[in-house]
């Protein structure tokens, strides 16, 4: 069994019968931790807990296939992590536009925040902050129904929300009482005009509000009404000319929020950049096409706007185009797109940003995914040494190369272990229809070979292997004459 692959079916449910039934640990936050890429500290919620109460938990599990496998879980994990000697933690503390945050995790503008009292459970569960749905001054009325997901958990999610449908005054008085009743919690107005107007007003009224900062959503996908959202944020123009209006109205840190429905994300960010914007937060959800179940509205289909984790790549490839873009100096970023796990966040910290918002992992698992974002940052911090997030900051920029730039005068042959290869061939036929066939696989003894005269180290092989039996070798140059071993 892969622990992994287990925690995978958990249906994480809402106060779970798993753990009531065992009555000593949790065993339900301990599979929690392992999906949430916290496998090294999972075990410290099973202490205590013996093979009975276990097989208890086991028993009230609800799962509508088989129960989870709890005792199989604890044996595989072992004894719980040793805890630092002082008892503490490396402290997430971070400043963003000068405003200091407890912690990088913030959620979202979108439907994770619509409201006084959904803001203040995530705030008192642990976020940093919040980037509040957005509010505009035009009336949205919204489709039924509104999303759509591709895989179950989601891959990708489909939202065809707009923006906030309170009253203006209902939202900034809700951004009123929440910067009032969290002080030390950081509360951002997310706002959108049609014009010059309406974006100094928004704005005005956010400061007047007590707002932290301001978000400029120049990014949303899906309006109904033309010179809104992404319209906006495809021409530079605008976006120089709306976030210079904003910079001259309030003196609150001004943050333009970018879309990636663009070949050239860099270019309107300039814009926004030389308008004196504090900081670029992208990115928004992507343009797209899903044909679910849910997807047609009174038998209509149109397109929307796509997240999930199917789309982080493209928004750390928006953020890295911008972080390496020489003519942005000194402007700050905050990352959006496809993060579950204190992982995902630490990739769009290492590329540049000091806060990460999160949206579809919430829609899909409730704001107690900060209880595995914030140990899993801090235990990886804590491994390598590092006292403070500022560190991580930008650390993986200096590796980024043109493709051009990069060595093609070396090869890594693939390197299959083979006390943990199963003899499934899976590496064999995937080399051979879409590789370089340069693996022959034994019928008899079900073992692959690699052929190195045709092996070119492009490991597809080690990609598709079920258990990770196929790892990477040294490094060599392609004249040495050697082969994979």
Same mark, same amino acid.
């Given at each position: 069994? *892969?622990?992994?692959?287990?925690?995978?079916?958990?249906?994480?449910?809402?106060?779970?019968?798993?753990?009531?039934?065992?009555?000593?640990? =949790?065993?339900?936050?301990?599979?929690?931790?392992?999906?949430?890429?916290?496998?090294?500290?999972?075990?410290?919620?099973?202490?205590?807990?013996?093979?009975?109460?276990?097989?208890?938990?086991?028993?009230?599990?609800?799962?509508?296939?088989?129960?989870?496998?709890?005792?199989? /879980?604890?044996?595989?994990?072992?004894?719980?992590?040793?805890?630092?000697?002082?008892?503490?933690? &490396?402290?997430?503390?971070?400043?963003?536009?000068?405003?200091?945050?407890?912690? +990088?995790?913030?959620?979202?503008?979108?439907?994770?925040?619509?409201?006084?009292?959904?803001?203040?459970?995530?705030?008192?569960?642990?976020?940093?902050?919040?980037?509040?749905?957005?509010?505009?001054?035009?009336?949205?009325?919204?489709?039924?129904?509104?999303?759509?997901?591709?895989?179950?958990?989601?891959?990708?999610?489909?939202?065809?929300? %707009?923006?906030?449908?309170? +009253?203006?005054?209902?939202?900034? =008085?809700? #951004?009123?009482?929440?910067?009032? =009743?969290?002080?030390?919690?950081?509360?951002?107005?997310?706002?959108?005009?049609?014009?010059?107007?309406?974006? /100094?007003?928004?704005?005005?009224?956010?400061?007047?509000?007590?707002?932290?900062?301001?978000?400029?959503?120049?990014?949303?996908?899906?309006?109904?009404?033309?010179?809104? @959202?992404?319209?906006?944020?495809? $021409?530079?123009?605008?976006?120089?000319?709306?976030?210079?209006?904003?910079?001259?109205?309030?003196?609150?840190?001004?943050?333009?929020?970018?879309?990636?429905?663009?070949?050239?994300?860099?270019?309107?960010?300039?814009?926004?950049?030389?308008?004196?914007?504090?900081?670029?937060?992208?990115?928004?959800?992507?343009?797209?096409?899903?044909?679910?179940?849910?997807?047609?509205?009174?038998?209509?289909?149109?397109?929307?706007?796509?997240?999930?984790?199917?789309?982080?790549?493209?928004?750390?490839? *928006?953020?890295?185009?911008?972080?390496?873009? +020489?003519?942005?100096?000194?402007? %700050?970023?905050?990352?959006?797109?496809?993060?579950?796990?204190?992982? =995902?966040?630490?990739?769009?910290?290492?590329?540049?940003?000091?806060?990460? %918002?999160?949206?579809?992992?919430?829609?899909?698992?409730?704001?107690?995914?900060?209880?595995?974002?914030?140990?899993?940052?801090?235990?990886?911090?804590?491994?390598?040494?590092?006292?403070?997030?500022?560190?991580?900051?930008?650390?993986?920029?200096?590796?980024?190369?043109? &493709?051009?730039?990069? $060595?093609?005068?070396?090869?890594?042959? +693939?390197?299959?272990?083979?006390?943990?290869?199963? @003899?499934?061939?899976?590496?064999?036929?995937?080399?051979?229809?879409?590789?370089? %066939?340069?693996?022959?696989?034994?019928? $008899?003894?079900?073992?692959? *070979?690699? #052929?190195?005269?045709?092996?070119?180290?492009?490991?597809?092989?080690?990609?598709?292997?079920?258990?990770?039996?196929?790892?990477?070798?040294?490094?060599?140059?392609?004249?040495?004459?050697?082969?994979?071993?």
């Amino acid at each position: 069994m *892969h622990i992994r692959e287990e925690a995978a079916r958990c249906l994480f449910c809402q106060d779970a019968p798993c753990t009531k039934a065992c009555g000593k640990g =949790d065993p339900a936050r301990a599979v929690r931790a392992i999906r949430f890429d916290n496998e090294e500290i999972a075990s410290q919620w099973l202490e205590g807990c013996t093979e009975a109460d276990l097989a208890r938990a086991e028993e009230a599990c609800i799962h509508y296939d088989r129960p989870i496998r709890l005792r199989e /879980i604890a044996k595989a994990l072992g004894e719980a992590p040793v805890k630092p000697a002082n008892g503490s933690m &490396p402290s997430l503390a971070i400043d963003f536009c000068g405003i200091p945050c407890e912690n +990088p995790f913030f959620l979202a503008s979108s439907a994770v925040c619509t409201n006084y009292e959904m803001v203040a459970r995530a705030l008192e569960a642990g976020w940093a902050g919040v980037y509040y749905k957005t509010i505009c001054l035009q009336e949205i009325k919204e489709v039924s129904p509104r999303f759509d997901a591709v895989g179950k958990p989601f891959i990708g999610f489909r939202n065809m929300e %707009q923006l906030s449908e309170n +009253p203006p005054e209902m939202d900034f =008085d809700i #951004l009123r009482r929440l910067k009032r =009743d969290y002080p030390s919690k950081v509360v951002i107005a997310s706002i959108m005009g049609q014009s010059e107007e309406d974006w /100094i007003q928004l704005a005005r009224r956010a400061e007047e509000a007590g707002c932290d900062a301001v978000e400029l959503n120049f990014s949303c996908p899906q309006m109904r009404e033309s010179g809104m @959202g992404s319209d906006v944020g495809q $021409d530079p123009e605008l976006v120089t000319f709306f976030t210079a209006y904003v910079k001259r109205t309030v003196k609150i840190p001004v943050i333009p929020k970018m879309t990636p429905n663009i070949a050239h994300i860099a270019q309107p960010a300039m814009g926004a950049y030389f308008a004196g914007a504090d900081a670029i937060s992208a990115i928004n959800t992507i343009k797209s096409v899903t044909l679910g179940e849910g997807s047609e509205v009174n038998g209509c289909q149109t397109g929307s706007g796509y997240s999930g984790r199917a789309v982080k790549p493209i928004a750390l490839r *928006h953020i890295l185009a911008m972080v390496k873009n +020489p003519m942005m100096k000194n402007i %700050q970023y905050s990352g959006v797109g496809g993060i579950e796990t204190w992982r =995902d966040a630490l990739e769009f910290i290492q590329l540049g940003c000091r806060n990460v %918002q999160v949206c579809t992992a919430v829609m899909q698992y409730g704001y107690r995914i900060i209880e595995d974002l914030i140990p899993g940052l801090q235990h990886y911090m804590a491994a390598r040494g590092v006292d403070k997030v500022e560190t991580l900051v930008g650390e993986l920029l200096p590796k980024f190369f043109l &493709p051009h730039d990069l $060595d093609r005068t070396t090869v890594v042959f +693939p390197k299959i272990d083979r006390t943990v290869c199963i @003899g499934c061939g899976r590496c064999a036929i995937s080399c051979a229809d879409g590789g370089h %066939q340069a693996i022959r696989f034994d019928a $008899d003894t079900r073992q692959p *070979h690699i #052929l190195g005269a045709k092996c070119v180290g492009c490991h597809l092989c080690r990609l598709v292997c079920p258990t990770g039996a196929i790892g990477m070798g040294n490094r060599i140059r392609k004249d040495a004459g050697s082969s994979p071993a």
